[in-house]
């Protein structure tokens, strides 16, 4: 088996990269060490994961078995899907690892060991959670996951912000544990063995005879996943927590551990779950819930003036545009193949793209953090200066975010609006469920315009204007952080211009898992390099298609004409000050700060019900509330009143008694000694004479 | 020289906009400069029209002595202007200092601080000779513009 | 749909929406003339400033590399954004499935060129325009995207060339008549011009996002600015009245010139006669605008 040894090579490779920055102080010499191990693991997994969606074949191993003691084994099942996974997460943990090697400098009291080991475990619980085929050890990854990504959190614990982000995390995702505990331990009493081929056969006879649990346990697993995907109301930890890690651990976070809980929504609801009515309602429901987030989450995004904190609310809005395209999949899927299937391609490639851009934005903010020693969007301004190159990335990456062609948030979200909006045109949906998908998809438009104005913001007060103080030097950022960005940017743009390549992989992934008869890829999509076309029905006509490249090509020619015509007219050229109407200001009386872009719109969305504030439809401060309890129960809860200190009371005087006895002096103690002697020899005078 | 380039400098005549300066005038002439752009007198007939921005300027129109604060605002506004520029002096005040010409507070006209392409006098000038100055301007009359500046004018 | 003919459409859109907006910007500058009873400018005089810029010198202010890109990009987006309207056919030179989203996203890269410009420019008066800008953008979009989204349902496909094909065959119906309505309400806030000139209000904000471009970064956020208007009354006159359409190229491309001239000639008088509103109220109009016209998908979802 040559698979396995990959697997086990890249695993034991983390391992062993876990123990040794466990030992190592030196941010430098760990950061080497870390990077070293983790190049050597992304190439392993990359051309593993390639190999065998290439190959299309599906990898199957069990390492041990728990069996006597309980029916469950550490079961490895690698298909397209958990490929298409391991994929990103290779990227991804390549890009970080490097990207932190120089980064850590930046935190001037942290040494090396509360980072580099937390993030080893943090990468091995994710390969770990996607080639899983158990409930048990699932779950023992995904808590691994949490304590790990938990640490990495409050790795700065001397900020008191970043403690209480990390208690509500803690604390928010272990309920989500509890329920997904909760859901496994039902599993268990119906199907006896924690394996998903088990459990999938448990659930397929519970879906005839109780269909109330079964709708149970979806709700139960639906909010174990949504709360860590971060979609709202469920993910309200997730603005506190995500900016409190360092911006490289948040880059993981945002790129990779929110988009393996919908990896995990996905395996449950396409392969664990088998297909039924039932099906249909929880994929409305989850279209819902992805609508609310990306409504919400986006619009708050708006009101943010930190970097990060901005970010991770768009990481809730982004995570709703999959469960948009994954909710509108399954409801379609049965009845119609073509539509459902064209939502869930859009919904994967969406968190493939979310992946790369997402981790590309989160080190942007790390690298401004690094220069200036806040992401505060007030504080910062005029970055092109220094760092022209991290500038270029962010650009990229927030044209991808806002879905701009023709990079790669284009096609996805392209595939997103036309599956949502094309349910007008089923005929055996009630009109009501039309109503909500096409409202759902207009909003999504919408929606990508206020991203684009959001992450304009970032761009225009952080980069552009005037330069402000620096932290550091004037020297551009360390290229090893450069590098890894501008891989991820290199990233964007490719799987923009080619959106074939991720396409086939996620159709791959999609038909590996799902059971149901599905069309075939070139039913579908035309199979061409150059762009891609979409058809919709059997019997429909490609409308034409998608050309990036050709685009592309007729701006190039485009900008050489228009700068040839400059040349051609001779401007001359002077370098001059910015007109202030002939005044002279500092940078800082000039700049136009974060706080300010987009007020009027920021009134508007602001509001307050009750005593608790919205800003940007998002509650931005509570009320500090009070429990009025009767009496009684405070009595009850109460104890130490009622219960101890009264018999302490007795006792205390008890041995005040006693040791009242002691007091005497020496002369009083032979007294009674000698009394005692009398009264024993008297007794004993008086028994033995009877 | 380029065709373009050519024909850039044909059409500079045709149009040009204006940005207003003032550099203390008692706003005499900054009235009789909004005159012009009424119906009755229409300059935006021969392409001519009012800027917000020295950026986009062709020509700087300065009312008022340069007075002594202001100095250094007429330098930059003409370091913002980018060529080819001319420099219109309205009124009495802005050609020779009118009235203030000794004030301990004023310098003087603008040809002092900045070169003066044109001048048009007047206390204030009427609207009809600001026309009559940019008809000179443009070449719809006869030129009295200062002859090195009016070989850029004119190419 | 051979080569030739794509060529030879791509030249006339392109021709139509970039060469031939000054002569409709200086139409637009001799209607405003006349309204308020004076001569006005030349009907050419709009080549003439735009020639004039050319020439002009380039004044930088920043070393920002962005601020001697980005207005190209504005008038090379307009560009690609003409090859999506049909003007000689029903359908456009450059047509997919899926083209609406692409216009819409088009139009949008028109406006974070000039944003980015502005704030490349690091002049504070040049951000206040690029926020304003974006508000305007991000309010105004979306009841063009619904507009077209409800052409779209009613005609089942999301070519725009289909919705043509739909709507001049099968006559209006209330949904598309509701949706024309809405776009002919927003039409000048897409343009940009007043009442929804906010963000580049010369008496209040010194032309805010163009406040520092000199030259021939000036003249070409300037001709994008012109060609927007004929861009944005072409996809009006174009997508939402498409009568009358004939079979002869060039016969459609004077009558949809006919067209454009009438539309710009009321939008014309819309922006001689009404003051600015201030950007508050300007995206409050659009975004009650925008909720109405959901309105008009649920219509065309019911098919009337």
Redesign the interface.
Known sequence: MEYISYLTASLMLLLMGMVFTSFIKNKSVSGMVSLIITSFFSGFILCFSLKLILKNTVLEYEFFSLSPLLNSSFQVFVDSLSALFLIIIAIAAFCVTMFSWKYLNAYKIYSAYRFYPFLFLLFISSVGIVIIRDLLFFIFFWELMTLSSWLLVISEREKREALKGGLQYFIATHVATAFLILASVILYSYSNNFSFIEIRKALSILIENNMLLFNFICLLIFIAFVTKAGVLPFGFWLPNTYPQAPSSASSFFGGVMSKLAVYALFRFFLSVIPFSSNTQIWGFIIATAGVFSIFVGTIAALTQDEAKRLMSFHAIGQVGYMLLGIGTGLYFINTNPFLGMIALTGGLLHLFNNSIYKSLLFLNAGAIFYKTGTTDLNKVS?L??VM?LT?MTA?VGS?SI????PFNG?VS??LI??SS?WT??ISNAS?LI??IF??S??IS??IS??T??SF?KF??SSF???LKTLRNDKKDIPWTMTVSQIMLAILCLITGLFPIIPLELIYKAILSVSEIQLPAFSEIFISNFA?I??NFCPNCL??????PIF?IF??LI??LL??A??K?????????????G??EHTPEE???TGH??????K??VSFKIGKIKFRGLYPSEFPSFKVSVPLWIKKIINPDEWLYYPVANKIEKLFNLIEKLYDRLIQHYTFLFIIGIVLVILLVFYLLGG | ?????KL?QKAFKKSIWVFHVNTGACNGCDIELLDILTPYYDIERFGMKAVS???HADALVISGPVTRPTV??VR??Y??T??PKIVIALGSCATAGGIWFDSYNVIGGVDKIIPVNLYIPGCPPRPEAILFGIAQAVGMSKKKIKPIIAAKVES | MNTSWIILSALINIFVVLFLSPFFDGFTRKVRALIQSRVGPPPLQSYYDILKL?????????????FRISP??S??SI??AA?LIPITDFNPPF?????I??F???I??VG?AI??TA??????FA??G??RK??L???V??IL??AL?TG??NA????IG?IVTWYYSNGPNVSMLLATVCVFLSLQALIGKIPFDVSEAEQEIAEGVL??LS??KYA?VKWANMSKQVLFCLVFSQIFIPWPMTENFLLNTIIALLKVTIIIFISTLIEALNPRLR??QA??YN?TL?GFS?TA??L???GV
């Open positions: 005029g092109i200066k022209p500038t650009i044209l806002a879905g701009v062609p284009f979200k392209l609006f036309e909006i007008a045109k009109f039309k109503g096409i409202i998809g207009i438009v919408f315009a206020i684009l104005a304009l761009v225009n552009m204007g005037k762009g076309g979409i490609y409308g034409g298609a998608w050309f685009v007729s701006v485009f900008s228009i700068f015509f400059e051609y007219a001779q401007a001359p050229k002077r370098d001059v000050d910015t007109w202030y002939g005044k000039v700049t136009y300010s872009f987009y007020q009027p719109f009134d508007l | 020289m380029s065709l373009l380039k850039a921005s020295p950026r250094d605002f930059k506004v370091e913002a980018p060529e | 050319m020439g002009k010198e380039d004044l930088k202010s920043t070393i920002n590399p962005l190209y990009l008038v090379i560009a690609m090859l047509n997919f499935w899926g083209d989203f692409l819409i996203y088009i949008t890269v974070i944003i980015i704030s490349a420019s690091e002049n504070p951000y206040v690029a926020s974006m508000m953008h991000l309010s979009e979306p995207a619904i989204i779209a349902i089942g496909s999301f070519k289909d406040i520092e030259g021939p070409c950007i508050d995206l409050k975004l925008a959901i998908i649920f065309a979802l019911l």
